[in-house]
């Protein structure tokens, strides 16, 4: 017998989007947000993406103050990066205990509530554009709950842990956004180009309760992260050699619009976020240096805050984070001005 509690029905989400709707004008940015990526995906423009920002949206007036800043910081250099503010709303947990986002706790400090999650995260997507003009990136934790910001979103990636499953990679095929398909945790390539060709493939399936089919998503691509080996030890997989490697699997399976993020965080860095800053100064060299890579690499994911590290719950620095440390604000925009001189 399913030892389960059914608390109670969530709204599905056309009734949150028929409460909370969008206005004409966001619906046209968002339109023009997602033709701009588009083209970097495609390789009709040159502009690298940069995916940055917090490691968990956690509170909503530190995140917003983050993309007020980097609304500015994206107008120095609107000749080099398209930014794609991370508003990660959903955090995986790999034992299931511990914060989880602000899906399932609006307020980190109390008990999960996930009517008001969701209230939450599709206010504090709106208010970003409103407010910055930027369309947001977010993490496809649950592919059932994509569809409460479908909307809003410009940018969803799958994770480490993710990436092998079957209704992840399905859902993907038809979110008509681009969707960065991490590799597992073990490292291995050729499951994350099978994500990938999946989720480009047409496909059929059972999606919350509806039998749909999906065209397939030709903006599906490889977010390298680095992995673990069976030691434990971090092994990153950002090096040139790395991404050569990337290039020929790409090449030998022929799949669509060839790219790929680099993460400079999480086994990458071996979650010192000091790292990230060498790592995409190391990525963006490769690029100089070889023009397969080039083609490749689109652009970076950087987890940045307002400030430096991590803190516990309950400690209460304004936009510190409370899961994985990040890079501050002070660090965040002097990469970001050395990168765009090497470009």
């Given at each position: 017998m399913m030892q389960m509690n059914f608390i109670r029905r969530l709204p599905i989400p056309q009734d949150?989007?028929?409460?909370?709707?969008?206005?004409?004008?966001?619906?046209?940015?968002?339109?023009?947000?997602?033709?701009?990526?588009?083209?970097?995906?495609?390789?009709?423009?040159?502009?690298?993406?940069?995916?940055?920002?917090p490691c968990s949206a956690d509170?909503?007036?530190?995140?917003m103050e983050y993309i007020h800043r980097l609304a500015r910081l994206q107008e120095q250099v609107a000749d080099k990066f398209l930014m794609i503010p991370r508003i990660y709303t959903n955090k995986p947990r790999t034992t299931g205990k511990g914060y989880k986002g602000?899906?399932?706790?609006?307020?980190?400090?109390?008990?999960?509530?996930?009517?008001?999650?969701?209230?939450?995260?599709?206010k504090l997507h709106t208010r970003a554009v409103e407010e910055t003009?930027?369309?947001?990136?977010?993490e496809m934790l649950y592919p059932e709950n994509h569809r409460y910001l479908s909307d809003l979103l410009s940018y969803v990636a799958v994770g480490a842990r993710s990436v092998e499953d079957q209704i992840h990679r399905l859902t993907a095929s038809g979110i008509?956004?681009?969707?960065?398909?991490?590799?597992?945790?073990?490292g291995d390539l050729q499951v994350m180009l099978n994500s990938i060709e999946a989720a480009q493939s047409p496909q059929q399936f059972v999606y919350r309760g509806w039998e749909v089919e999906t065209p397939g998503?030709?903006?599906?691509?490889?977010?390298?992260?680095?992995?673990?080996?069976?030691?434990g030890i971090n092994v990153p997989n950002y090096h040139y050699e790395d991404l050569r490697r990337l290039y020929d699997f790409y090449a030998e399976k022929g799949l669509e619009n060839m790219a790929c993020i680099v993460d400079t965080n999480h086994s990458n860095s071996g979650k010192q976020y000091l790292e990230q800053i060498r790592i995409a100064k190391?990525?963006?060299?490769?690029?100089?240096?070889?023009?397969d890579v080039?083609?490749?690499?689109?652009?970076?994911?950087?987890?940045?805050?307002?400030?430096?590290?991590?803190?516990?719950?309950?400690?209460?620095?304004?936009g510190k984070s409370i899961t994985d440390p990040c890079l501050g604000w002070d660090k965040t925009e002097r990469l970001v001005l050395e990168l765009a001189e090497q470009l």
């Open positions: 949150i989007k028929a409460q909370f709707p969008i206005s004409d004008a966001i619906a046209r940015r968002k339109a023009d947000r997602d033709e701009a990526i588009r083209r970097v995906f495609t390789g009709e423009s040159d502009l690298i993406l940069l995916i940055i920002g509170s909503e007036e530190p995140v602000m899906l399932h706790q609006p307020d980190p400090e109390k008990k999960p509530d996930l009517l008001e999650g969701l209230i939450a995260i599709r003009g930027f369309t947001c990136a977010d008509g956004i681009p969707c960065g398909m991490k590799n597992p945790t073990s998503n030709p903006l599906t691509h490889a977010i390298l992260r680095g992995s673990v080996n069976k030691h190391e990525v963006l060299h490769s690029r100089r240096h070889d023009g080039r083609r490749l690499v689109k652009g970076f994911m950087i987890e940045s805050y307002l400030e430096d590290g991590a803190q516990k719950i309950g400690e209460h620095i304004f």
